[in-house]
């Protein structure tokens, strides 16, 4: 089936710094890939779409300057954290769909960040 | 806009007992419904889906059944062991816009 691959599982940061998460379609091309946010304990959060080759469509209450999104091929989506702080520190996941196939939207195995 | 009901955990249960976590949705036309579980540190899994009405999704010993008319879609399994202790999360699928809606998780833990 579909893999999507997200790199790197874990990092710690300092404050103020940036961090960038990327997610990789292995074996099908994405046109539209999903950024979601986990808190401790709760659900996922729809942060953004990420669709290739233009703009990301933010969530209400997500800021845009500090969550860059990049989709500059049929493959590759990323995420940076910008100016990282503590409240950043959260399970990041992303998405995509196989739209040749049936099946569902397949979930990276997450990126654990942690500033300090 | 669209939303996931799910049961509040967390649930505790002994091996081999039987297993409901209950499920209902909100949602406009006919979306796909999924079950993703989520083991301690680790990202999310797709356990079963189903895409259409009385469509039954089943997996591993899992399974629901996509009910349209109670805007339902309860996982269960007959026989739970401690290896299916996680969190888990139910979730619609928007096939035209192709976000998901998830509920907020159920954490399972199956004692010995």
């Known amino acids: 089936g579909a893999v999507v691959s997200q790199h790197p599982s874990r990092v710690i940061c300092k404050s103020g710094t940036s961090v960038k998460i990327e997610c990789r379609s292995l074996d099908f091309q994405a046109t539209t890939m999903f950024w979601y946010r986990q808190f401790p304990k709760k659900s996922l959060m729809l942060m953004a779409t990420s669709n290739e080759g233009s703009k990301a469509t933010y969530e209400q209450g997500v800021e845009k300057d500090k969550f860059l999104i990049n989709h500059a091929s049929l493959t590759l989506s990323t995420l940076t954290v910008t100016s990282a702080h503590p409240e950043d520190s959260s399970f990041y996941i992303c998405s995509a769909r196989d739209l040749g196939t049936l099946d569902g939207y397949t979930f990276g195995s997450g990126t654990r960040l942690t500033v300090v | ?112």
């Open chain 2, 1 to 112: 806009g669209d939303s996931v009901t799910q049961m509040e955990g967390p649930v505790t249960l002994s091996e081999e007992a039987f297993l409901t976590i209950n499920c209902t949705y909100t949602a406009t036309g006919y979306p796909s419904l999924f079950w993703y579980v989520q083991y301690p540190g680790e990202g999310l899994q797709l356990l079963l889906k189903a895409t259409k009405a009385d469509d039954k999704g089943s997996n591993k010993g899992f399974e629901a059944t996509y009910r349209k008319e109670t805007t339902s879609f309860h996982l269960e399994k007959g026989s739970v062991q401690v290896s299916d202790s996680a969190v888990y999360f139910c979730a619609l699928g928007d096939t035209n816009a192709g976000k998901s809606t998830f509920g907020d998780g159920t954490t399972l833990t199956v004692k010995p």
